[in-house]
C-alpha cells in the first residue's frame, strides 16, 4: 500500500483510473480501505483536505457507473464522503463464504450485500471491479491526505511551537547573508596578515654582525605596510573608502607572494626574474619604464616596454622602519633638496638634516628613491646591521625607509624616470 500511495498523483488520476479498472488483483484493498476509514474518523482532519478529497472523489465518480455510484454513496465525516466499514467488511464476509461453498462443491444462496449476482463469474467479476475501484478511491484519498496533513501540520508546528501539534519540524537554515564589504575587508587583512606571519617565521635571516634573527618579510609586517593597511582599515568610513583598502590588500598580497616566489630563484640580481615578470603582467605594465625593486635581493630592475634596460643594486629600509612594498608611481622629481627627518631629536630614528643631490618620492608619507653618497656598498644584507666601509655610522645599517642607491646610479635615475612613472616594490 504505501508503495501504491507514493507512487500516486492526483494530476494522473484519470490514467490511473482506466489503469485499475483492468487490474484483477484486490489483496491489499481490505488493508487500504480500513486505514483510509481509520484516518478520516479524526475530526480535527484540515478543512482544506476535505475539499481535496471531494475534488478527487468527483473525477472518480466519472469512470463508475450509475449502480457502482448508489453503491458507494457513503456517510460523511465533515465534508468528506468515506465507505462504511461494515458494508465493506460484510462483501468480504461474503465473498469468503461463497469461495468456501465453491471449494467445497456447494450451491450458494447467499447475496451479496451490494448486489445479487445472476451467476457465480458475474458475481466475482463485479466484485473484483468494486475492490479494485474502493482500492484506487483509498489510494487517492490517502496520497492527498498524506501531503496536506504534514503541510498543514509542519505550518502549524512552526507558527506556534507550544501547540501541542508535538515537535515542530525544524526549518533547513537560510543561506548565509552576504557579508558586508567591511567585514570582507576585515576578514582580507586577517588572511594578509596570517600569511606574513606564516612565511616570515619559515624565512629568517640570521644578521652576522649582531647574531640576530629578522622575518625576510618584515616589510609587510605591522612595522611596515601592514601598519599602514590596519589603519586604512580603521579610518574607512565609506563604501569607496572599504573598497580602495581591499584593492591595496590585494596589491600586497600579490606582492608578498612575488616574494615568496622569487625566494627559491637562482637568477643572478642583474638579470630578468619571473616575478618580475609576472608583476609586470599583473599591473599592466609592459609600455614605458618601470622600476621594480626586489626587497629579497636588495636590487633594482629598470623596464623599458617590458625590456630590461638596467640593473642597480640598492640599500632599503631597516627592519624597524621598512620600505613600502606596492605599487606606486613617481609623484616628485627633487634635485638638489635637503632631507630633514621625520622622527623627534633623542628618537633612535632621527636623523640630521642631510643634503642630497637625487630624490624621486613614491609616497605621500615620504618614501622616495635617492642617491645616498655617505654609504659605501649596497646589495644583500645591507638593509640589516652591518659594517660599511666608508666609516660613517648612518651607513651601518637599512635606510629609514628610502630606497638607497650609490650618487652616480641615481643621476642616472633622475635623468630616466619622470612623474607617475610606475614603481613596483616587492
Given at each position: 500500500?504505501?508503495?501504491?500511495?507514493?507512487?500516486?498523483?492526483?494530476e494522473t488520476v484519470d490514467e490511473q483510473v482506466e489503469q485499475l479498472l483492468h487490474t484483477e488483483d484486490s489483496t491489499d484493498a481490505s488493508s487500504v480501505v480500513q486505514d483510509l476509514q481509520r484516518f478520516y474518523e479524526q475530526r480535527d482532519t484540515p478543512e482544506q483536505v476535505h475539499h481535496s478529497l471531494d475534488a478527487i472523489w468527483s473525477r472518480l465518480a466519472d469512470h463508475i457507473s450509475p449502480e457502482k455510484q448508489t453503491m458507494f454513496s457513503m456517510p460523511e465525516v465533515g465534508s468528506l464522503h468515506i465507505l462504511p466499514r461494515t458494508g465493506y467488511?460484510?462483501?468480504?464476509?461474503?465473498?469468503r463464504r461463497q469461495n468456501k461453498r465453491?471449494?467445497?462443491?456447494?450451491?450458494?444462496?447467499?447475496?451479496?450485500?451490494?448486489?445479487?449476482p445472476t451467476s457465480r463469474q458475474s458475481s466475482k467479476r463485479k466484485l473484483r471491479r468494486t475492490l479494485t475501484l474502493s482500492a484506487l478511491a483509498a489510494i487517492v484519498l490517502l496520497s492527498v491526505f498524506s501531503w496536506t496533513l504534514v503541510a498543514h501540520l509542519n505550518s502549524q508546528g512552526r507558527s506556534n511551537p507550544g501547540s501541542g501539534l508535538g515537535t515542530p519540524i525544524p526549518t533547513v537554515?537560510?543561506?548565509?547573508?552576504?557579508?558586508?564589504?567591511?567585514?570582507?575587508?576585515?576578514?582580507?587583512?586577517?588572511?594578509?596578515?596570517?600569511?606574513?606571519?606564516?612565511w616570515g617565521k619559515a624565512h629568517l635571516y640570521q644578521d652576522p654582525s649582531n647574531g640576530q634573527t629578522y622575518e625576510l618579510d618584515y616589510a609587510y609586517d605591522h612595522q611596515g605596510i601592514g601598519g599602514l593597511l590596519d589603519q586604512s582599515v580603521a579610518q574607512a568610513k565609506s563604501t569607496?573608502?572599504?573598497?580602495?583598502?581591499?584593492?591595496?590588500?590585494?596589491?600586497?598580497?600579490?606582492?608578498l607572494r612575488a616574494m615568496e616566489s622569487n625566494s627559491t630563484d637562482q637568477t643572478p640580481w642583474n638579470q630578468v626574474h619571473s616575478a618580475d615578470r609576472s608583476l609586470l603582467d599583473k599591473y599592466q605594465l609592459?609600455?614605458?619604464?618601470?622600476?621594480?625593486?626586489?626587497?629579497?635581493?636588495?636590487?633594482?630592475?629598470?623596464?623599458q616596454n617590458g625590456q630590461l634596460i638596467k640593473s642597480f643594486?640598492?640599500?632599503?629600509?631597516?627592519?624597524?622602519?621598512?620600505?613600502?612594498?606596492?605599487?606606486w608611481q613617481v609623484m616628485q622629481r627633487l634635485h638638489n633638496t635637503v632631507l630633514k627627518s621625520a622622527y623627534p631629536r633623542g628618537s633612535a630614528n632621527w636623523s640630521p638634516d642631510t643634503p642630497v643631490q637625487y630624490v624621486l618620492t613614491y609616497h605621500s608619507s615620504g618614501y622616495m628613491l635617492l642617491g645616498s653618497w655617505w654609504r659605501e656598498t649596497y646589495g644583500l644584507g645591507t638593509n640589516f646591521f652591518h659594517h660599511d666601509p666608508s666609516g660613517?655610522?648612518?651607513?651601518?645599517?637599512?635606510?629609514?625607509?628610502?630606497?638607497?642607491?650609490?650618487?652616480?646610479?641615481?643621476?642616472?635615475?633622475?635623468?630616466?624616470?619622470?612623474?607617475?612613472?610606475?614603481?613596483?616594490i616587492y
Open positions: 500500500m504505501r508503495k501504491q500511495t507514493k507512487d500516486f498523483f492526483a467488511e460484510e462483501t468480504l464476509a461474503h465473498e465453491e471449494q467445497l462443491g456447494e450451491k450458494s444462496d447467499i447475496t451479496t450485500p451490494l448486489t445479487r537554515p537560510s543561506t548565509p547573508a552576504p557579508q558586508s564589504l567591511r567585514e570582507q575587508t576585515q576578514h582580507l587583512l586577517s588572511q594578509f596578515h596570517q600569511e606574513v606571519t606564516t569607496a573608502d572599504y573598497q580602495e583598502v581591499m584593492d591595496q590588500i590585494q596589491v600586497e598580497l600579490t606582492n609592459k609600455t614605458g619604464t618601470v622600476v621594480v625593486v626586489s626587497l629579497l635581493e636588495q636590487s633594482m630592475r629598470v623596464y643594486q640598492v640599500t632599503t629600509g631597516r627592519y624597524e622602519v621598512p620600505s613600502l612594498p606596492g605599487s660613517n655610522p648612518t651607513a651601518n645599517n637599512g635606510s629609514q625607509g628610502s630606497v638607497d642607491l650609490s650618487n652616480s646610479n641615481a643621476a642616472w635615475l633622475y635623468n630616466n624616470l619622470q612623474v607617475n612613472a610606475p614603481v613596483v
